[in-house]
């Protein structure tokens, strides 16, 4: 293959690069507002960092966003959450597991943890929210 | 139609020169005769193919020692850098083991070299790997510290592959002509712009790659000192006693005519080259400064090699960047980039923050770059890191005032 041909690009997926170059839901919502819960995980040292946030009426997820920092299989991983987890209950998000995040991006084996971040992302989003409403209902 | 069509040139535009660099036409052209009506065996003495290939070899011998100012028979041909550092290395330690088990280097080495000094730890030798500044430089001062009675080795890299820092390598020669120490130069990079002498730069053992130098791949050479004093190896394999025994095996007579020409194309063009890689180099960088906050050179301001840029575009993971660019071929320092997830043991020598090795981007500029490309590869360059930054909640918190080093961040 010649390098002008320009494909196959690295050993990602069209679905992981088409999240990569139009990530859905990019943006942040109001980290004080009771209906937002967020989750920040990963560290800059490791290379990724990913901020993922939901906007919660009832028990059903009716908004998301993300910010990632880190590579192309977490800006994509975290994209991919974000979508999923919309029109979710709280529960049903709480049950979304990295390997369905692997599966639908075909990550590559040394990407893997990129798909276990968006998870903890997700559950960690939940947990705040819930930890707020908790605080709220004591207050 | 795409905007990449209407470029007066083709991308990805190259910007990966220190990983390998293009092979000069003009090289080409001298090999392919060997290939096909010129195809003697450089060790066949009873005929006129083999004649024809040993005269071939004879002038790439000599064109690569008029390079680095040796005498045409101190050059041991190789397949390549990795194969001449292992060879230095490994045989000179070997060699001289009776004399002293000590070895001196740097915690900055490309990987043919520390992996050997690695590997002599296990075979009972012991080495002192010697720390560099933040800007990748190891003093004279600092070798000549850590040489003792024993020490039989000194090596260096040249031009770092990941820093571009220069090593004070006349400096440390002199150290070592001293203390009477065996002194290997790894000068896999920057033969090409810096005027490496053996003699004045006190350099025993000296590696070369030939397709780092406009060259064809599979090709290097070992420059070993004849005289004052004599260097000996114990080779790594067995066989024809070709290049007097340090390196058996039927010479790749089209590869040694291109490195020989290679070289010959380097030192002509040795000094207006260094002249021209510094000023495309420096609009490179002054462009990206003048345009972006948040970044920072990596490696020495000046004691450099001039073609290449280690550039950290904090909070924009690298590989992420490179994704976004994908107009331009370079490397990353990122973890994120290698198989093995771990990151740059130079960028960490350097004592450079794991955030900042993570958003590491190499620029390596060559003899083909042009002004355009240059211009090119900022604009593009730009473009993604703006809009990955965007993306980035750290950059998100470092404008609404968060000083990231206070968090506690959720990880394992």
Not at chain 1, 25 to 46: F, H, R, Y
Not at chain 1, 73 to 80: F, G, P, R, V
Not at chain 1, 86 to 115: F, M, Q
Not at chain 2, 204 to 222: E, I, N, R
Request: glycine share 8%; aromatic share 6%.
């Amino acid at each position: 293959m010649r390098v002008d041909e320009g494909e196959p690009k690295m050993a990602y997926s069209d679905k992981l690069i088409e999240h990569f170059n139009n990530p859905r839901n990019l943006g942040s919502m109001d980290k004080e507002s009771e209906q937002v819960g967020t989750g920040i995980v990963g560290a800059p040292e490791c290379g990724d960092v990913m901020k993922l946030q939901i906007k919660v009426e009832g028990d059903k997820i009716v908004d998301a966003k993300f910010k990632t920092f880190g590579c192309g299989s977490a800006i994509a991983s975290s994209s991919l959450a974000t979508e999923w987890v919309k029109g979710r209950t709280l529960d049903e998000a709480y049950a979304i597991k990295n390997t369905e995040i692997v599966e639908e991006l075909a990550l590559p084996p040394v990407k893997i943890h990129c798909s276990v971040l968006a998870e903890e992302a997700i559950k960690s989003a939940i947990e705040d929210f819930q930890s707020k409403k908790n605080a709220a209902a004591q207050g | 139609m795409s905007i990449a069509n209407e470029q007066p040139f083709r991308t990805p535009v190259y910007f990966d020169n220190s990983s390998t660099t293009r092979c000069d036409p003009r090289v080409l052209e001298e090999m392919l005769p060997y290939f096909s009506e010129s195809y003697g065996n450089a060790h066949s003495r009873s005929h006129a193919y083999g004649w024809g290939a040993e005269k071939a070899v004879d002038l790439a011998r000599e064109r690569v020692a008029a390079l680095v100012g040796s005498k045409p028979s101190e050059i041991i041909f190789t397949s390549g850098g990795t194969e001449s550092c292992n060879l230095a290395i490994f045989g000179a330690a070997r060699m001289y083991a009776e004399k002293g088990k000590h070895i001196v280097t740097t915690a900055v080495e490309h990987r043919s070299c520390m992996d050997p000094c690695r590997a002599l730890e296990r075979e009972g030798f012991e080495v002192t790997y010697l720390p560099v500044d933040q800007k990748g430089l190891v003093t004279p001062e600092a070798i000549a510290a850590a040489i003792r009675e024993d020490t039989i080795l000194v090596s260096v890299i040249f031009g770092n592959n990941e820093v571009g820092t220069l090593m004070p390598a006349k400096e440390i020669g002199a150290v070592c002509k001293d203390k009477g120490v065996i002194f290997h130069l790894d000068a896999c990079l920057g033969l090409d712009t810096e005027p490496v002498h053996v003699d004045d730069y006190g350099i025993d053992l000296l590696s070369m790659s030939g397709h780092k130098m406009y060259g064809p791949q599979g090709t290097g050479a070992l420059y070993v000192r004849r005289r004052r004093p004599r260097v000996r190896l114990r080779a790594l394999s067995l066989g024809g006693g070709q290049e007097r025994g340090f390196r058996h095996g039927t010479l790749n007579v089209p590869g040694i005519v291109g490195m020989g020409k290679a070289a010959e194309l380097c030192l002509e063009s040795r000094d207006a080259e260094k002249v021209r890689l510094t000023a495309l180099a420096t609009r490179m960088k002054d462009a990206f400064f003048a345009a972006m906050d948040h970044i920072y050179l990596n490696g020495h301001p000046t004691q450099r090699l001039p073609g290449l840029l280690n550039i950290s575009f904090n909070y924009v993971e690298g590989e992420s960047l490179m994704m976004g660019m994908s107009t331009v071929a370079v490397s990353s320092g990122s973890a994120c980039t290698s198989a093995t997830l771990e990151p740059s043991h130079v960028m960490r020598a350097l004592g450079v923050g794991e955030e900042l090795v993570h958003t590491s981007i190499r620029f390596s500029l060559g003899r083909f770059t042009t002004e355009e490309e240059v211009d090119f590869a900022v604009k593009e360059c730009l473009d993604a890191a703006g809009r990955l930054r965007e993306m980035s909640p750290l950059y998100e918190m470092v404008k609404e005032g968060v000083d990231l080093s206070t968090i506690e961040w959720k990880h394992d």
